[in-house]
């Protein structure tokens, strides 16, 4: 399992945000999450690559803990693996290296890009309150320690609610992108102290 960024010198996080925005990596990484386990072959056959194209990237994946091999069912060149829980804060960009910002922002990019299709998907498959695509805005007043306490909390209750591995979960479940993002609104456009704010 991936060590937490505060463990991590520059150096590893910037490998490791250049390995998740690596195209074909995240891919991999996909497939596992949806598989559980993999070889190779199966892999290749699924992302239309080489086994030894798909070998190369499992082990490269496998060095940053993202994925691990799966000993008992691996024999000779034939290995299996799993991906391994991943959580990952990135640290404040003011501390960090030229190169691992750079990484961490390109990665942030695709990131954006990909959300922004989710919220939109999410938008036009909205059924009502019970189904499987939700939104929720809010607006509020927070002190800097209540959106601490709230951001914490909002981490443990992802967690009780939810498998962090397929392997883990019912056959009902369905893969879900939860997304929870707070920012302080434009000055010249807050709400004047003293009115409500109204759910967004």
Known sequence: MVKPADDMTSAERTALYRTL??????????QLGAQSEVNSTTLAELLGESTGTTSYHLRKLAELQLIEEIPEKSRGRERWWRALPFS????????MEPAEYAAAEHLAQLKIGRDVDRLIRANKEWTGPTGWAQVQRHGCYMTAEQLGAFMDEYRELVARHSYAMVADAPPEARPMAVRLFAVPEDTD???PRGEPLNPQ
């Open 21 to 30: 925005a690596h195209p074909l990596r995240g891919r991999i990484l996909q």
């Open 88 to 95: 990952h804060t990135t640290p404040d960009p003011a501390t």
């Open 189 to 191: 456009q807050d709400t």
